[in-house]
T-cell receptor
Framework: AQTVTQSQPEMSVQEAETVTLSCTYDTSESNYYLFWYKQPPSRQMILVIRQEAYKQQNATENRFSVNFQKAAKSFSLKISDSQLGDTAMYFCAFMPTYSGAGSYQLTFGKGTKLSVIP | NAGVTQTPKFQVLKTGQSMTLQCAQDMNHEYMSWYRQDPGMGLRLIHYSVGAGITDQGEVPNGYNVSRSTTEDFPLRLLSAAPSQTSVYFC??????????????FGQGTRLTVV
C-alpha cells in the first residue's frame, strides 16, 4: 500500500514571501501521478498542480511550482509571492497507474495548514 | 454545468439512525467516489464506482453502503449511525478511472455529526 507523509502539520508565511510545503511518499510503483490540492475555509477541494512521474521537468502553475525528486520520493510545493487567499489546508496526493487493485485511486496525506500573515 | 452537487451540507443524526448522503454530477463522469475527512487524517476513500452498476470498497467501507444505478448519482448510505462516523464527507468524480491526468472534481462536502 502507498503512504503519503506531510511532516508539517502547520506553517505560516508573511504575505509576499515564499514558502515550501513538504511531501514524501512510499511506493514500489514506477508509474504514478502526484497532486497538490488546496482546501480553503470554504471546504472546497481545489487542484493546485499535478506531476506525472515519468516527466523529469517540474510542474509549474503561475506562483505554484513543485520540486519532484523521484529517487528520494519527494514532492514539495513552493508558493511564491504568498497572498492572503493562499491561506488554506494543503493536501499532497498520490495516484498509481498500474492495473491492479488500488490502481488509479487517490491516497492523501494528512495535510498542512498554511496561514499567510499580512 | 453544476459540477458535483452534494446534499445536505450539514446534518445531525442520533446514534442508530440511518440516512443517505446524496451526490450528483452532470459532467457524464464514469468514476465517482466517496471520502471522509477527519482532523489530522486527511481524506480516506470509503467506496468508489467505475460506472453505473459497478461499485467497490475503499479503505474505510465499514458502516456504509453505496449503489450506482445511473451515471449521474452515487448516494452514500449510513445504515446505523455511530459517533465514529462524525466527519466531513466528500463526493468526487473524474471522467474515467484510467485517465489519471484528468482532474477530480469534488463536491462542497457534508458535515455530519452523530450524537
Amino acid at each position: 500500500a502507498q503512504t503519503v507523509t506531510q511532516s508539517q502539520p502547520e506553517m505560516s508565511v508573511q504575505e509576499a514571501e515564499t514558502v515550501t510545503l513538504s511531501c514524501t511518499y512510499d511506493t514500489s510503483e514506477s508509474n504514478y501521478y502526484l497532486f497538490w490540492y488546496k482546501q480553503p475555509p470554504s471546504r472546497q477541494m481545489i487542484l493546485v498542480i499535478r506531476q506525472e512521474a515519468y516527466k523529469q521537468q517540474n510542474a509549474t502553475e503561475n506562483r505554484f511550482s513543485v520540486n519532484f525528486q523521484k529517487a528520494a520520493k519527494s514532492f514539495s510545493l513552493k508558493i511564491s509571492d504568498s497572498q492572503l487567499g493562499d491561506t488554506a489546508m494543503y493536501f499532497c496526493a498520490f495516484m498509481p497507474t498500474y492495473s491492479g487493485a488500488g490502481s488509479y485511486q487517490l491516497t492523501f496525506g494528512k495535510g498542512t495548514k498554511l496561514s499567510v500573515i499580512p | 454545468n453544476a459540477g458535483v452537487t452534494q446534499t445536505p451540507k450539514f446534518q445531525v443524526l442520533k446514534t442508530g439512525q440511518s440516512m443517505t448522503l446524496q451526490c450528483a454530477q452532470d459532467m457524464n463522469h464514469e468514476y465517482m467516489s466517496w471520502y471522509r475527512q477527519d482532523p489530522g487524517m486527511g481524506l480516506r476513500l470509503i467506496h468508489y464506482s467505475v460506472g453505473a452498476g459497478i461499485t467497490d470498497q475503499g479503505e474505510v467501507p465499514n458502516g456504509y453502503n453505496v449503489s450506482r444505478s445511473t451515471t449521474e448519482d452515487f448516494p452514500l448510505r449510513l445504515l446505523s449511525a455511530a459517533p465514529s462516523q462524525t466527519s466531513v464527507y466528500f463526493c468526487a468524480s473524474r471522467l474515467n478511472r484510467r485517465v489519471a491526468n484528468t482532474e477530480a472534481f469534488f463536491g462542497q462536502g457534508t458535515r455530519l455529526t452523530v450524537v
